[in-house]
Antibody
Framework: EVHLVESGGGLVQPGGSLRLSCEAS????????MAWVRQAPGKGLEWVAN????????NYVDSVKGRFTISRDNAKDSLYLQMNSLRAEDTSLYYC??????????????????WGQGTMVTVSS | IQMTQSPSSLSASVGDRVTITCRAS??????LGWYQQKPGKAPKFLIY???SLESGVPSRFSGSGSGTDFTLTISNLQPEDFATYYC?????????FGQGTKVEIK
């Protein structure tokens, strides 16, 4: 069974750091792009970052560039998000998601077909 | 790219036909997906390439559009369809979601 399990969330002071993890099982992890998507309490979804299966391509939303680092360890079937210089506005439920990257007529389409349950990050003094 | 959904919420009855609109601030070809989210749950993937249904998604869900204007239609609304729906553009980076449309029971 395909499974994604996030961990590492918690309460942190502004300016602090956290490292989120997402452990994958039930599929060939290294074959898939992976992403982090967050959701502030009571708000909508926000795409944060993604990383190619071999780790060679990475993209971020502007608001986290220079502060967050996405990475992966394919030997451990794990995805990470290192979050530094945290701000109150980073308070969110963080989901990891598998991107099956569906190919059709010359275009690769993002298809986030598997999600974890999320891990909550609260930035507050 | 900004994605604007309308309406932000709507009330409908079981059996109704519901249409949600998503507008992109610039052309995105057909590079748009739709997701459903129920309270306390992770999102569920419904549609990619604006109109291609993910395997296992009921055929009462359909999508259309290209360029800047897109729609998600739910025909014959079922009790399990009451949720919040999001569009997501995957034309360029950063990916951006619409703000969501909450479908409530009338």
């Amino acid at each position: 069974e395909v499974h994604l399990v996030e961990s590492g969330g918690g309460l942190v002071q502004p300016g602090g750091s956290l490292r989120l993890s997402c452990e994958a099982s039930g599929f060939t992890f290294s074959s898939f792009w992976m992403a982090w998507v967050r959701q502030a309490p009571g708000k909508g979804l926000e795409w944060v970052a993604n990383i190619r299966g071999d780790g060679s391509k990475i993209n971020y939303v502007d608001s986290v560039k220079g502060r967050f680092t996405i990475s992966r360890d394919n030997a451990k079937d794990s995805l990470y998000l290192q979050m530094n210089s945290l701000r109150a506005e980073d308070t969110s439920l963080y989901y990891c998601a598998r991107d099956s990257n569906h190919y059709d007529s010359g275009i690769y389409y993002d298809t986030f077909d598997m999600w974890g349950q999320g891990t909550m990050v609260t930035v507050s003094s | 790219i900004q994605m604007t959904q309308s309406p932000s919420s709507l009330s409908a009855s079981v059996g109704d036909r519901v249409t949600i609109t998503c507008r992109a601030s610039q052309g995105i070809r057909n590079e748009l997906g739709w997701y459903q989210q129920k309270p306390g749950k992770a999102p569920k993937f419904l549609i990619y390439a604006a109109s291609s249904l993910e395997s296992g998604v009921p055929s009462r869900f359909s999508g259309s559009g290209s360029g800047t204007d897109f729609t998600l239609t739910i025909s014959n609304l079922q009790p399990e369809d009451f949720a919040t729906y999001y569009c997501l553009q995957d034309y360029n980076y950063p990916r951006t979601f619409g703000q969501g449309t909450k479908v409530e029971i009338k």
